[in-house]
Structure formats: structure tokens, C-alpha cells
């Protein structure tokens, strides 16, 4: 059982950063794929970035040149270093683990944390 909690998130106004954390506890199989994803109110939850356990990331369209994802996995921890952020990237952020496919299918996922939010004004 893997269990996942994220931290970072907060209000800051147009052109600012954050950096998200999410820590994993439990036992992880060593070949996965860890996503961040988000959801605003009404809208569906988007992926956002993801990284497999051999380092190799993706990003949404979006974010590129943004947003960067990391882990160490000497502190079991992922990152998400946003910048130049916009009133668009308002949501509730997650993170999450597949053994699956590593892309943007939230069905994909087998494991979530409880969310961040990240409140950006303009």
C-alpha cells in the first residue's frame, strides 16, 4: 500500500512559483510512474507532468518551459517546481503512482494523494 501527501501549495499573484512536494510512504515496486495532475471545480482533473523511475519526463502542453518535475528518491519524495505561473494554473494539484501506463489517464493511476491548492491571481 502506497500512501502519498502533498505540501507546497499556497496563493501568490501572476509570474510567481511554487514548488509542490508529495512524499510516498509505503513500499513502491521499483518501475513506476508518478503524475501530478489537477482539478479546478467543474472541470475534469488534467495531467499536468509525470516521471518514470528511470528519470524520463512528460509534460502537458500548458506547462512546458514552466513547470518541472523531480524526485529525490533518497528523502521517497516528488516535486513539482511551478513558475511564471498564471491565473490558469488555479486547481487543486495531486500527485500519483501507476504501475500502468505513465501518461495523462487518471484511470491509469493506482494510488492519489488529497490535493494541494494552488491560487494564482492576477
Known amino acids: 500500500q502506497v500512501q502519498l501527501v502533498e505540501s507546497g501549495g499556497g496563493s501568490v499573484q501572476a509570474g510567481g512559483s511554487l514548488r509542490l512536494s508529495c512524499a510516498v510512504f509505503g513500499y513502491m515496486y521499483s518501475d513506476y510512474c508518478m503524475g501530478w495532475f489537477r482539478q479546478d471545480p467543474g472541470k475534469e482533473r488534467e495531467g499536468v507532468a509525470a516521471?518514470?523511475?528511470?528519470?524520463?519526463?512528460i509534460y502537458a502542453d500548458s506547462v512546458k518551459g514552466r513547470f518541472t518535475i523531480s524526485q529525490d528518491n533518497a528523502k521517497n519524495t516528488l516535486y513539482l517546481q511551478m513558475t511564471s505561473l498564471k491565473p490558469e494554473d488555479t486547481a487543486m494539484y495531486y500527485c500519483?503512482?501507476?504501475?500502468?501506463?505513465?501518461?495523462?489517464?487518471?484511470?491509469?493511476?493506482?494510488?492519489w494523494g488529497q490535493g494541494t491548492q494552488v491560487t494564482v491571481s492576477s
Open positions: 500519483a503512482v501507476t504501475y500502468r501506463f505513465c501518461g495523462f489517464v487518471p484511470d491509469e493511476y493506482n494510488y
Open positions: 516521471i518514470e523511475s528511470d528519470g524520463s519526463t
